[in-house]
């Protein structure tokens, strides 16, 4: 097996194996091929997790803030000498082509290290003056935190719930999604190997239930999750039982406008890099790209030149662009998605079908004269296919981006400076972008609003979301009681 793990945990600062848990098959996309088996974590590995965390945290809350942001800038650098190897892991686990996760995976978490170390030494608290008296403010740590992953992007949504977390004095027990589950774990191994304390980042394998096992432990203070909508409702719900904290990254059908006095080629880029990085597995994209009717000829002849020249095939390839799905199950999804937009009416302007019968490729897919009520334009379908709708005017688009149960992003391609703006103010959306598409730098918040979630990542608005306010009222004078 090419990428078998040390052991399918990493529990207290080192690696755990319990092969009493479940089997889970790692396969890696390209070829089918089992790479990889872990084993789903028995109660008794959840529960050393927590036990470790719980202990840890308690000590970890005691360092100096400076101290923390030492260690976490030690794994960035070391995440960033091994970003070839961590590379080729993350493709391995994913399917996603080299020439993306050279630049887009393990070197986004090393960003999150890094920033969060930055930032965490300069939070402080307020001090309000109230006469004699006063009030100060600590912003402490939540405690054991919960992180739970999608398949799509391992690595960086580990070293985007844990750098936070870390950084504010929290424990991380981390559990990926059961289709990647090997990224992960070598996060844990490095930030170990850059001196944080064991029992602080643990990573537990399994499906749904290990991590609902998680969430309902009193020793448990937050969630993170990023997934489905439908996952969010339970997860959300099992949180709420205990009153914690959550952060909800979910899915979307984000709307990306392309007005007639967009730059052609730069309006057809970002509708790609919106659709079809990750072969289409990413959360934010502008899965609805609506067109202006004066320049959707021009769009589409450009759109379909170069969705056509895009390179698909081996993801080990650094020259290759887009490479399988995530899996089987993913790909016969995504397949009946296709098929549902020929049977409703939409106009296929090229691909539309499987790539090849051994791993699993879909070509890079693009409909036009989509409507809104098709299935292609209302669900999330978490794949290559690109749904192209027309348009006339600025109030009809709003109206008919906002028209959905999700909002996580937005995008919208003009030159008109104000419109950009008043646009962008109308759209029910967490993350918008103007003129440019999908990107998530860590400086950024990221998350969404109605189904999309709640809480934000990334920026300074992820301190508040691993943090909560202690308020400490100081008497200074004698105490006044009328009894
Ligand atoms: P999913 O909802 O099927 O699974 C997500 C994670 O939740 C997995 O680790 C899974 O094991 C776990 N899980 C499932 N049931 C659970 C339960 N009852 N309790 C606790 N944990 C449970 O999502 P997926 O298919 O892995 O990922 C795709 C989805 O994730 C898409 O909807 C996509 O839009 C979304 N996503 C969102 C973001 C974002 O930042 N907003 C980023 C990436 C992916």
Excluded at 100 to 114: K, R
Excluded at 185 to 192: D, H, N, P, R, S
Aim: one cysteine or more.
């Amino acid at each position: 097996m090419r990428a078998q793990p040390k052991a399918s945990h990493f529990v207290d600062g080192a690696y755990l194996e319990d092969r009493a848990g479940a089997e889970i098959e790692v396969i890696y996309p390209a070829t089918g091929e089992v790479i990889a088996r872990v084993h789903e974590a028995t109660p008794a590995v959840v529960e050393r997790a927590i036990a470790s965390a719980a202990r840890a945290q308690a000590e970890w809350a005691l360092v100096k803030p400076v101290e923390r942001a030492r260690i976490l800038r030690r794994a960035a650098d070391l995440i960033r000498e091994r970003n070839r190897a961590l590379s080729e892991l993350e493709t391995l686990d994913t399917g996603k082509p080299l020439q993306e996760t050279l630049v887009a995976d393990a070197t986004s978490g090393a960003d999150a290290l890094e920033y969060f170390a930055g930032l965490v030494p300069a939070v402080t608290g307020e001090t309000i003056p109230l006469g004699r008296d006063f009030v100060y403010t600590v912003r402490e740590p939540l405690g054991v935190c919960v992180g739970i992953g999608a398949w799509n992007y391992p690595t960086q949504i580990a070293c985007w719930k844990s750098a936070p977390a870390l950084a504010m004095g929290n424990a991380m027990i981390f559990k990926p999604s059961e289709v990647t589950p090997l990224c992960a774990l070598k996060v844990a191994e490095i930030l170990v190997e850059a001196g944080l304390p064991a029992g602080l980042m643990n990573v537990v394998q399994g499906r749904g239930a290990v991590g609902a096992s998680l969430i309902t432990d009193p020793r448990v203070a937050k969630v993170s999750l990023t997934g489905s909508v439908p996952t969010g409702r339970k997860v959300y719900a099992a949180a709420a039982e205990g009153m914690r904290h959550v952060t909800m990254e979910l899915g979307g059908k984000s709307p990306l406008i392309v007005f007639d006095d967009a730059d052609v080629e730069d309006a057809v880029g970002g509708a790609l890099l919106g659709n079809f990085y990750s072969s289409g597995q990413v959360c934010s994209n502008g899965t609805r790209v609506f067109v202006q009717k004066g320049i959707k000829e021009r769009f589409l002849a450009r759109l379909k030149e170069r969705t056509e020249a895009i390179r698909l095939g081996d993801p080990m390839d650094e020259a290759v662009q887009m490479g399988p799905v995530v899996s089987a199950a993913q790909m016969e999804k995504v397949l009946a998605y296709v098929e549902a937009g020929k049977a409703e009416g939409a106009r296929l302007v090229t691909g539309g079908a499987r790539a090849g019968d051994g791993g699993y490729y879909i070509r890079p897919t693009v409909f036009a004269d989509v409507t809104d009520t098709m299935a292609i334009a209302r669900e999330e379908i978490f794949g290559p296919v690109m749904a192209v709708l027309d348009f006339e005017d600025e109030n009809e688009v709003v109206t008919r981006a906002n028209a959905t149960e999700f909002g996580l992003s937005a995008g919208v391609f003009t030159r008109d400076l104000t419109r950009a703006h008043r646009l962008v103010g109308r759209l029910e959306a967490g993350s918008c972008w103007i003129n440019a598409y999908n990107l998530a730098p860590v400086e950024a918040p990221f998350g969404g609003v109605k189904l999309s979630g709640v809480g934000r990542e990334n920026s300074k608005a992820a301190i508040e979301h691993y943090s909560q306010i202690k308020s400490v009222y100081v008497g200074m004078g004698p105490v006044e009681a009328p009894y």
